[in-house]
């Protein structure tokens, strides 16, 4: 009997668990969220505005701005990869931390950029003097950037680095729009910072600067494109091989200077204001010279000057 009992209870069982309906997990009522989604950069800017430039110029600055990205990133991983075990590191930046000039090259990349602006349109008149490949408007925008024409007919593409007879120690490491373009977005406010500056100008002095300022040469403007230049050049352009060459046997005062035109502070046309910032100038000169370079002189850029804040005069 009890044997009996045991069974139909079982038979019971098993006829309810086959006949109950199967109940889906997403069925499930769930309490709402309390927790909304959001975009934590909402309002960032992660590309650099072009205006006022025609459809030729857009392009050609697209594809220059992309090279500078390309430029820095290099640099960066470089840092990031060898640190003070690269020869390149040492010979630029001394024994100074990684962190800044890493910082620097990503910051081109990766930072903000809203109101960074780069235009063609020549708002205070100083494309019109010879050889002016741009500048930085200052006052009159502390992050807006002029490029003028002759910028986009004599700058290389980074693609020909270590062509056209260029070397990193014996040319102008303004000659790739690239190269060019780190040296202005340095200007701005958004991106400088007001603190990557003028501390040193030419090949040898940039060298000089790692020995003895290690803390300023990983913010000297000229020192981030010299090395942005080289290490491109040797891990990438020509592997293992690279363009570094050597400096010219003397160095003019007023020549080999990478920065250009647009260092001045454009608040107004030329001759312009002073400003404060460690890059500007008070007055805008236009000096033509002549120089060699060890590029090819059918290619090389024309001479650009400026006058720092000091009225010392720089040409390029």
């Known amino acids: 009997m009890w044997f009996l009992r045991s069974t139909l209870v079982a038979a019971s069982l098993a006829s309810l668990a086959f006949t109950a309906p199967m109940i889906d997990p997403e069925d499930l009522p769930r309490q709402p969220s309390t927790v909304s989604a ?4 909402a309002g960032g ?3 650099y505005d072009i205006q006022f430039c025609n459809n030729s110029e857009t392009a050609l600055l697209g594809e220059a701005l992309d090279d500078m ?8 991983d470089h840092i990031l990869r060898f640190g003070h075990s690269s020869d390149f590191y040492i010979k630029y930046f001394g024994n100074a931390s990684t962190g800044e000039p890493a910082g620097w090259f990503d910051k081109i990349v990766n930072g903000d950029k ?3 602006l780069f235009r063609c349109d020549d708002p205070d008149n100083n494309c019109r003097l010879e050889g002016w490949g741009g500048h930085w408007r200052g006052e009159n925008g502390s992050d807006e950037t002029v490029i003028c024409e002759y910028s986009f007919t004599n700058r290389w593409p980074l693609a020909g680095l270590c062509g056209y007879g260029y070397t990193v120690a014996g040319s102008e490491n303004t000659a790739y729009f690239a190269s060019d373009l780190i040296h202005r977005v ?3 406010d958004k991106l400088g910072e007001g603190v990557v500056g003028h501390y040193a100008d030419t090949y040898d002095e940039c060298l000089e600067l790692a020995m003895d300022s290690p803390e300023e040469a990983v913010r000297n403007s000229a020192t981030l494109r010299y090395f942005a ?3 491109y050049a040797y891990d990438i352009a020509a592997p293992g091989q690279g363009c570094t060459g050597e400096a010219a046997a003397a160095e003019a005062e007023d020549h080999g200077h990478d920065h250009d035109s647009h260092d001045m502070s454009s608040s107004s046309s030329v001759p312009a204001s002073s400003s404060s910032t460690a890059m500007s100038s008070s007055t805008a ?3 033509s010279t002549t120089e060699s370079t060890g590029m090819s002189m059918t290619a090389s850029a024309a001479s650009e000057c ?3 804040s000091d009225g010392e005069v720089h040409c390029a």
């Open 114 to 116: 809203t109101g960074v």
């Open 45 to 47: 800017t992660m590309e």
């Open 285 to 287: 000169l236009a000096v």
């Open 306 to 308: 400026h006058t720092h």
């Open 229 to 231: 230049l080289d290490v």
């Open 38 to 41: 959001r975009a934590w950069d």
């Open 186 to 188: 340095y200007h701005t």
């Open 69 to 76: 990205s390309i430029l820095a990133t290099h640099a960066k």
